[in-house]
């Protein structure tokens, strides 16, 4: 493991006192609240298949690092919700004291259990789900609950309901989307408006691989005032060094399950991860870092998410925030790599 200067695992951390001048913090829409420019996703790497040395350590070198939001969601591990309970963990042994400098957030709307009350977006099934997550993390309240993805066969004012009773009751204090499209976005926002209860923030996937954001839901969320955070910001690993000399055996494409396939990894694909890889070169900087810095170069980007292996590749991948801003001619070139 790598060195840190904390001792989690001994149960004593002293959080670092220069945490706040290392990060960039930005506006969530026309919120009051700031988020930092890199959040910290537990989608992998704090499960029950992990090792609580690793993964506690990550999570406190980024908090020692500036990095004050931390996101989850009910179904994170595996198993479903042990994500949660380690992260509960953490906040019992080491960040207790520091709850009221973070974000935390969960979502509710994929598969938790069994019965036809364990997913989706009925008023059953979120206010449910936000009571278990809170037990499993042992906090009174999380900053942000989402509504995890539309449900086609609820009405959204059922599921916005939800949401916005979630807020009044103190079980969260501002209410998110995640993975709805431009008109079911504009749908959510007007209803959680009425409600009083406006909605903070819109969790999409957002890459350079992944554009489907700038198709109007980016004009959207700017003119109603609501943050954006980019999840899977290095395209589940492809916009990194990883697949530069082809597919490792060990990689996240190289097992039979999961969300990235060897099928994407195609040979127009890999020539594009090498043209972006040797123009992040010429920048100094890692195919890791360029994709996030080209995320962060949009002002509606209120902050990218990011999961961590390791405390040397949170360290990394942080390096984009010392990013130099792009040239004209930088980022026609990027552009000419991502169209070829």
């Not at 004593?12 to 700031?34: F, L």
């Not at 974000?103 to 989706?120: C, F, Q």
């Not at 999961?307 to 001619?329: C, I, M, P, W």
């Amino acid at each position: 493991m790598e060195k840190t200067n904390h001792t989690a695992a001994e149960g004593r951390y002293e959080a670092a006192s220069d945490r706040y001048s290392k990060m960039e913090y930005r506006r969530c829409g026309r919120s009051g609240i700031r988020l930092p420019a890199v959040s910290l996703g537990l989608w992998h790497n704090f499960g029950s298949i992990d090792r609580y040395e690793n993964y506690s350590a990550i999570a406190l070198e980024a908090f020692d690092a500036g990095i004050t939001h931390f996101d989850l969601a009910n179904n994170y591990g595996p198993v479903p919700g042990s994500a949660e309970t380690n992260f509960g963990r953490i906040m019992r042994e080491s960040l207790h004291s520091h709850r009221d400098e973070m974000i935390v957030s969960t979502k509710a709307g994929y598969l938790m259990w069994d019965g036809p009350y364990g997913e989706w977006g009925s008023r059953k099934y979120l206010m449910a789900s936000l009571d278990q997550s809170l037990r499993r993390m042992g906090l009174e309240y999380v900053d942000i609950f989402y509504s995890h993805r539309p449900d086609p066969e609820t009405p959204l004012e059922e599921t916005m309901g939800a949401l916005s009773d979630a807020v009044r009751q103190g079980k969260a204090l501002y209410a998110g989307i995640s993975n709805y499209n431009d008109e079911q976005t504009r749908e959510a926002l007007e209803i959680l408006r009425r409600n009083g209860t406006p909605c903070l923030i819109h969790q999409e996937k957002y890459s350079m691989f992944v554009r489907e954001a700038e198709k109007g839901l980016l004009d959207t969320l700017e003119r109603e005032g609501v943050g954006l955070i980019a999840f899977s910001p290095l395209a589940q690993g492809m916009l990194t060094d990883r697949y530069l000399r082809g597919i490792p055996e060990d990689s996240r494409a190289a097992k039979p399950s999961g969300f990235l396939q060897t099928s994407e990894l195609t040979p127009k694909r890999l020539a594009q991860i090498a043209a972006l890889h040797t123009i992040a070169v010429e920048r100094g900087q890692t195919l890791a870092e360029m994709a996030l810095a080209w995320l962060l170069k949009d002002p509606c980007v209120t902050s990218v998410l990011i999961g961590a292996s390791s405390v040397y590749q949170l360290r990394d991948n942080l390096k984009a925030l010392h990013s130099a801003d792009f040239t004209t001619e930088e980022l026609a070139r990027i552009e000419a790599v991502l169209h070829s």
